[in-house]
């Protein structure tokens, strides 16, 4: 017992001492401070077994055949040094210990008072120098982490991530109209009010198809930095500046309609809602990653005083795309707009109270905000929460959507729309025939539809155009729909578009239809479209800004 | 101030409909940051009981029907206040009665523990009346695994029964 007490009283004075001597060791190559070592690592591992809240790092094997090599089991850092062998006699130093670790693991929680900020962090460290059983001679190997290694873990992620993971076979192709998204954003704990982590721009990934894999890893100059937010579906690569970033530290991955995180062997480590994942350099399980949750890519390193080694913490996102695209929602907000100043008269369906104040949105003369959810607020009632510290990033306080305030404005939609402006005017005499329409194959596209040649007379464009007139209150709702699907962020795959937005409930879209009926109305509805090419206030035109496709609320 | 008009619009909503079993009113009418409710136990919770029906068990038929007329709920005076920054920052629940709850603490204080008034749970768009009548709930339905009294959490799961009793004691004893 006197080993135990001997271990948690020399913890309060040794630990910034502790620290101190962590850093210069792994910098300066002086590497023999048996004293230093012993101390940190003793009082280290007395308090790791009662951390039970983390099975994976506290098996009592790891415990017991601690096998020190903190270079080699750190390759971020082994850069900086350049001999790894005296990890070696630490190991047999250390093992000489253990005993004395497990018994002083028995004495009550006396350090229990100490905060949890330091305890995470002190314990992240453990981890760190407590590699798992095997790892020496894996862990020399990983040291050259650049060269293709033999280790089975490596070797099987780097099978697995060419574009197709024959590996995640179990994926079912099915839910492909469904395109899975997910967002990084920056994530600032200001709950528990430590440093802060990395800035970095915000990150979007639509996945191309439901095997992609979206790899997370150290930002190197070799890769560039690639589009951080791209329109078309992409599995790129994300990358942070950060030293304790590894260079291939974690994955992203779709499987069964759910997203997923895996820690691929980090070094310092993958936290999802503070849980590591995995031992240093250990290939995790899969995690389901939900809405919101936190991921944290490694600790501080020094402090994290210099940018460079902060931590990364993410907000992650994932499947909000629905909120961006079309649905009832926001095209009742679209009607809001339209029926501003208007008052409580307006004829409208939708939301007209600013949550905050519970006041209505729809006088005139007042400053409005509109968020990327297309919520509507009162500039007033909500600008403490646009000017927070979290800026540019805001949170919608409605439906916890997040949006970045700072992000490019988007006139994506403009060439769009020109390019359906265009054929427009030749398709007013051609298409307005719906029997021509139902036999176009039933996937619906928006241009392979502009394209069938001027085939109908005359005298069935003027039957139809009373149809038409008919239907054109029916058409402006129809029409939106058509600039935002094609203006959506996947032109290749429209079909899909149109079989996602026919799912979403949309007014004016029968899900139940068959998709030649809205071809019908598609063409229809491009009969009265050359009005709008010279008339700036017709509905058409209208419509641009309020085309919801997520970017439209930013400003 | 913005905050409170929205919150004389809420109290006006609630005083006007209020939810089932909930009323409020303010604790001091110059002051609407500090709230006075009274909720009354959810039936077929250990909070309905009222002070006379245990009575009931010992009277003839005939006069527990007449007795269950005069019968009322067991009432909870709770104590809500809304800090000068709502909607921005959650309100505060707190039982003024004693109650035998997992999520109320046993002290003074008798703090409520919500899920949805923890800081980073907290929604600006919530309302009083959507707190109120979770707080309801949570008297039907305690949540153990998110309590602040351990040992009641603990007698709630394993021992229902002797909970249900003492919880029913306690609304005998200090409800109104």
Known sequence: MSTSVTASTSLPDSR????????????????????????????????????????????PTANSTTSPCPESDHPTLSRYTSAPAPSYGFGTELNSQVSSTESAASTPFNDLAQTSNSMARLRSISAVHRPPPRTLERATTNSQESTPSPEPGLAQNNATEPTSTPADGQVTPSKSETKATIRFFPYQDSLQSSRPSLPFVPVARTLPSESCVIRVGRYSERDGLPLPNPTEPSDAPVGFKSKVVSRKHCEFLYVNGQWHIK??????????????????????????????????????????????????????????????????????TESLIQNLGKGEMADYS?????????????????????????????????????????????????????????????????????????????????????????????????????????????????????????????????????????????????????????????????PTQPLSVPAGRQSQLRSDTPTSDDNPLTPRNDSGPLAFDGRAGMP | MGSIKRISKELTELTESPPEGISVELADESNVYEWKVIIEGPEGSPYYESPYSHLTVHVQRTTFLTLLQTTQNGKFLVKLSLPTEYPFKPPTVSFATKIYHPNVTNDEKGSMCLGMLRPDEWKPSSKIAAVLQFARQLLSEPMPDDAVEGRIAEQYKNDRGRYEEVAREWTRKHAC
């Open chain 1, 350 to 510: 939708g939301c007209r109270e600013c949550s905050i104040c519970l006041g209505s949105v729809l006088r005139p003369y007042q400053c409005l905000f509109m968020a990327a959810c297309a919520h509507v607020w009162h500039y007033k009632c909500i600008s403490r929460l646009l000017h927070s510290p979290d800026y540019p990033m805001f949170q919608c306080p409605n439906c916890r959507a997040f949006t970045d305030l700072s992000a490019e404005v988007d006139d994506s939609n403009d060439p769009e729309e020109k390019r359906e402006k265009e054929p427009a005017e030749d398709r007013a005499s051609n298409d307005s025939s719906e029997q021509a329409d139902t036999m176009v194959p039933s996937v619906v596209e928006t241009n392979s539809v502009q394209g069938p040649p001027d085939q109908l007379g005359d005298l069935a464009e003027e039957e139809n155009l009373a149809n038409d007139v008919e239907n054109l209150h029916l058409q402006d709702d129809q029409q939106t729909d058509d600039t935002r699907s094609s203006a959506s962020p996947a032109p290749n795959s429209s079909s899909d578009d149109l079989a996602r937005s026919a799912t979403t409930n949309i007014p004016g879209w029968q």
């Open chain 1, 263 to 332: 820690d691929v062997g980090s070094s310092s480590g993958t936290f999802l809602n503070h849980m590591r994942l995995s031992q240093p350099n250990m290939v995790s399980r899969l995690y389901t990653i939900k809405d919101g949750d936190i991921v944290q890519l490694g600790i501080d390193f020094r402090g994290g005083e210099e940018m460079i080694f902060r931590c990364v913490r993410i907000r992650v996102e994932c499947n909000r795309s629905w909120q961006q695209q079309p649905n009832e929602f926001n095209k009742n």
């Open chain 1, 16 to 59: 910034p001492s502790r620290l101190r001597r962590f850093s210069l060791r792994t910098y300066t190559q002086n590497l023999s401070l048996p004293s230093g070592q012993r101390s940190y690592r003793h009082s280290l591992s007395s308090r790791i077994p009662w951390r039970s809240s983390n099975p994976d790092s506290i098996s």
